[in-house]
């Protein structure tokens, strides 16, 4: 049976983005061949590329803004060092919410000086730091807008001068934001856009060419940019995969309506996790991610029953990370409603047979 998959990443995909691809593996576009051994340079993939690109910035709103799209390789972990080794001159502000911001800092130390500018640390990220300021001085500011271990979201960015970097792996598609207030966003597919081997970054082209280091051509947004993202052999599946998925988003109507039904699963489960005395959210209300509800239960001795009963319902990948333990439902766009309500029905289950 099909199950309801609420796994953290790589995640749950429209059911028609998989059945298109799946068909491209054994001819794509009639061609004879398979997406997976056409030529990278085959006038069938440029068109691909071209297409995912282009539709990335419109969907995003940052058509005609000076944005480029890119699909890169090595995840949102390549993007913490290719960040810094593009921006990061002398010196840079860091949010840190939690495990992948922490990363993040980790790499960008190679290069200069990080101000952490505040820190949720102290709470085990269960929270979004709300004051801090960003120092005259730095070449920019990071942030990590959603946090899918601990299950917080970013609800507002700063208002800044300077340049605003944000890795937007787990929720990038999924809500309607001023992306023009972003200097670089990044993000691995992986969560809202396709499977794993590709990541998006989309960079405002007048932030590059300004630190003194010469930059490795691998690493270099500017060479990226000048190939058409096809500098060295994309992942073309991946970025095919991810374009199925684009079109999928624009024609459902597009980010506003992704928000629309991420918000109402959310309320869903968020509401049933407040009404049962049985479980207890793990991030503080106000900075709760509709993408990633993390959760705990409250009578250990009934763990096991919950976990033998919400596998037995065909539910998959309810497993909180090691880090913060208890449960955690990764909701991203692909996600039904229909699939959130089993949850639900079966916490009140565990409730009433308590």
Wanted: glycine share 6%; aromatic share 10%.
């Amino acid at each position: 049976m099909k199950k309801h998959n609420f796994s953290a990443g790589p995640c749950i995909l429209p059911q028609e983005v998989f059945q298109e691809a799946s068909e491209a593996i054994l001819d794509f576009n009639n061609s004879g061949l398979s997406i997976m051994e056409i030529s990278h340079r085959s006038a069938g993939f440029v068109s691909v590329m071209e297409e995912a690109r282009e539709l990335a910035l419109e969907l995003l709103g940052l058509n005609n803004k000076g944005y480029k799209a890119l699909f890169l390789q090595g995840g949102a972990s390549m993007q913490f060092l290719m960040t810094a080794y593009n921006l990061l001159n002398k010196k840079a502000a860091y949010l840190n919410t939690g495990t992948w911001s922490s990363k993040a800092i980790k790499e960008a130390e190679l290069f200069g000086e990080i101000i952490e500018v505040a820190s949720s640390k102290d709470q085990n990220f269960n929270y979004i730091p709300k004051t801090f300021s960003i120092p005259d001085d730095a070449d920019y500011f990071h942030c990590t807008s959603n946090n899918t271990i601990f299950g917080t979201q970013m609800k507002s960015f700063p208002n800044t001068s300077k340049s605003m970097v944000c890795d937007m792996s787990s929720d990038i598609f999924s809500r309607s934001l001023d992306f023009s207030k972003f200097d670089l966003i990044y993000a691995g597919a992986q969560k809202n856009m396709g499977p794993a081997g590709t990541t998006l970054v989309v960079v405002k082209e007048d932030i590059l060419g300004k630190v003194d280091r010469k930059i490795p051509s691998m690493m270099d947004y500017a060479v990226h940019i000048s190939k058409d993202s096809m500098f060295n052999t994309p992942a073309v599946y991946a970025v095919y995969v991810s374009l199925l998925t684009l079109r999928w988003i624009k024609k459902n109507g597009g980010i506003a309506a992704m928000e629309k039904r991420n918000d109402e699963k959310a309320e869903l489960l968020y509401a049933e996790i407040d009404r049962n005395p049985l479980f207890k959210g793990f991030a503080a209300r106000e900075d709760r991610s509709p993408m990633n509800a993390t959760f705990n239960i409250t009578n250990d001795s009934l763990k096991d029953r919950f976990d033998d009963a919400w596998k037995a319902a065909g539910v998959n990948g309810l497993n909180g990370h090691r880090s913060v333990g208890g449960y955690r439902a990764s909701m991203y766009n692909a996600l039904p409603l229909e699939s959130v309500q089993v949850v639900v029905d079966v916490m009140k289950e565990l409730e009433n047979k308590a």
